[in-house]
């Protein structure tokens, strides 16, 4: 029922044409004209093509600005990870290296667009945060970290901060915590908003014009086509008054050869009829 | 369509064809490039930031030997940390340190100084500055980081940034650009051509259609409404005049009744009765019994739906491994390379196991209600696979969709190839093909960009509505075929079996054609081409593109071979030179071991691949003579055929392995590229061996 619906709204009025598991299905046929529903279809088509386009180019342009941001930020993050991973490999424990909450503090203060830098134990324990006052790490966070693999490098996207996750390891290549260098999303969303507008730009001039050429170009080409269709019909219309169109016109329709045949059929067919029907009439008469 | 004059339609498709995809093409093309600017704009600077924090990085060090008093001309190692910074990041160049007076302390061991490099850092490393410079000039493009220390200069580095890595993340981009336009076209190609062919192609063909069957004499033929407006209107005038026949003749025919009962041997009764004869002989106005409706436009209406049922399993396609990975944990001591491969091959297997029942139960229930099974598995599969965390269960659910694939993949393939003509079979077959890599091209293509966005889970997601979406095209655009004249009870299916198996003529296109066909893609294609690329250095993306160059010559070339050489060339020809072709350009991946000659190899075997896998198919069905298809049944030498060629499918990267085991890769091209050609030219042999013998019986 709600499939017919919807397909009525779109197409039109309703033919059965074949059954689904018992069931009719049908069809829609509206008797509208059909270059206006070719044109709708052929800009619908266009609009969707280059809605596909514009999107998937804005999904690459956020992929590579991602990339590309979290690659500077990985830079800052490799140096406090050679400063930490230097004092684990003369053996000291994550815990007693106390020049970490230091060095975290002055990397935030260095780089503005660092939201915040926090150290945690392998028991996703915090241990040191660039803000010497946060002792606990946020609830929801610490949630979400459980799930995430923490012996490789890793990001995690969490209330409008993007973290870039590191392992820290000692000098037996074990894991003994984990550096967190988080971000504000605030930092791409400008440049992913503007960008957004620029390629909505693009995409509505790109689909002004190309419609507007579709409606033109491919109105005219239909309109010819819908003149072959028209000769048909005056052709049938003659034919159907008993008139046996010449063979030239029947053959320069869009069925070619087939039309004047099927007129001649149908006329030798109209013909035997009449003969029948003058024969028994005369019967008739005369009895 | 059977008129003989098709022009004007041709001629209309074709306008129509040629307008909306130069449009599509031409708007994709600018716009992505309009697009190219917003690229460049963030790219540029966000390479610099990073140079910026790289400087930042080494200019601490420096500050902090000057903290503990180390003569910064005394430093250890210095050019080592210059090059371990260069490699780990490949967007710069060079990195050099200079002191006030303009001597180059530390350089990295790459690094070419010339004079005019020289008496640049000699000049600039003397100015002192509090803060760094963006400096483009011909000998240095990139940064220039003071090191100070409580107000003092002590020197320079300077951090030249990589222009032609610029150049090559700009054409990552370009590529990327030109990817997406390929993708897009390919969905507008797929959706223009079920449009044309509902629009207009099909109510062409049906009222010519019924024009034929009327000169024919055939006036029990109606037109159901068969398109839009202009045509509704032929169709009623042609209906109203077959009405109009139909009701007079059967007035006629009454009304002679009536005469001959009331007057029998009356003057004039012969005449009348001589008429009706001739109309009854030359005219029907009742259907016959075993009448079928003609349904014209089948394969573009199947075609639609099957590409997006393709892309639907396509799209989570490149990720799969990935979240098998993250799934990993330990069973049975099995090991993690193993495991993680799992959820791939499960999907294979369970794949060409549904082929056979498929065969088995497709005639029983009908294509239809196959099909809407097989969406349906599929859809609910994926659906579930967007929350499942284990393992296990993810195995379960790739199995699950293996099936569902399997089940729509041989319906549609039986519905592309059974209901043409054994002349058209190629023709229908390439389009079942093309519509198969369309599919693939888009879904991995698209999955892939869409992952980082929405996710794995995500993806899943937009893949299981994509299954219900093609279920929804299937079912108002599939019609009910549940194979008339095949046998439907299950002990046939053993016969059929044994049958099929026995046919030499099967055997050998099995053999010979169809599982070389299938190790050549799965062993050299998909395993020994990215090994090889990877081994010459190629990124993975460069890879990827490799691989879609052979998918988008099955898509566009192969429908145009079966179209038109299969008018010149007999299909074993066809196949055999396809297989020849096949080989050899594996060969030049041995001969030319570059990765041009590789990417010359690809794109040969394409080329090759699209000549003789449509007619690889149609040679399958053609072992068998008309009424011994009908009987078994294509389905049943469809599905026997698919589990074949998957075997091919396992046995590629297994021949590989073995060959790579005690032979480099060249030496395992070379092999490879013989078997597959001397594979072809045997069947070649044994067709001609069969002709003769067939000639002489």
Redesign the interface.
Known sequence: MISQCLLYVIWGRVDNVSSFWGRQVTVMRRPGSGKIYLLLVVIAILGCTLFLNASLNYLNYARNLKVLTNSRFSVIAQDLINSVEYGLNLGLDLREISTIQNLLAETRQQHNDISELFVIDEKDGLLFHSRADVKLMDAGLAAIIKEVDMNKRNTLVFSNMHYLIYPLTNQFNVRVGSLFLGYSSSLTEGMLAQAVEWFALYFIVAFAVCSLVIILVLGSIYSGFLGSLKKVRELLDMHARGAMPMDEAGAQTIFGADFSEFCSGSLRLAALLEEAERSMEKIENEN | M?????T??VS?TF??NL??IA??GL??L???L??LP??DE??KP??D??AY??A??LG?SFRKAIENEIPLDRLQNTALVFDQVLK??KELKSIMFANPEGSLLYRDSGVNIDKGLTGFIKEKAGQSSRTYVLTSADVFHGLEMPVNYHGIYYGKLFIETDREYYRQVFQD?LF??LT??L???I??LE??KL?INL??TRP?EL??HA??E????H?WQRL??S????????DR??N??AD??TS??RA?AA??EN?ST??AG????G??AR??R??EA??LFEPPADVRQYRPGRIPNYRAPFFIFMFSHMLCLSFVPIMSE?MYRPIMGLSKSFLNGVPISAFMLFWALAMPLTGIWLRRLGR??FI?LGCLISALSLLLTAFVSRYEYFVVLRSLSGVGFGMVFLCVQDIFLRGSQQEERSIASSYFWAAFFSGTVCGTG?GG??A??AGFSGVFIASALAACFSW?LF??LA??DKGSGEPKDMKHYDSALGTIIKNIRFSSVVLFLSIPGKIVLTGFLYYLVPLTLHGFGASQSFIGRVLMIFSLAIIFIGPFFARHFSKYFSRAFLSVSGSVLAGSSIIIGFLVHTVYGVVIGVTLLGIARSMYLPVVDALALEAFRDEELKKIGTASVLSIYGLFEKAGNVLGPVIVGLLLSFADTRSALLLIGTGTAACGLLYGVLHLIEGKKAAVS
């Open positions: 059977k008129t003989d004059n098709k004007p339609v209309l306008k129509i307008l909306t449009l599509i708007s994709g600018l716009l992505s309009s697009y917003i690229f963030t790219t966000l390479i930031k990073k924090a790289i930042e990085s601490l780990e990041n981009i990327d650009i997406v336009i993708i897009s076209f969905v507008a959706m223009l449009t629009l207009v062409i009222v010519a024009l034929d009327m000169k024919k004499g006036y159901k409404s398109g839009l407006g202009e045509f509704v209107s032929i005038q042609l109203a005049i109009s026949m007079r003749y006629a009304r002679y005469l009331r007057f009356a003057r004039g009764l005449d009348a008429s009706l001739a109309i030359e005219y993250k239809r209600k809407f698209i960009i869409l980082d966005r929804v079912l108002f019609e009910e």
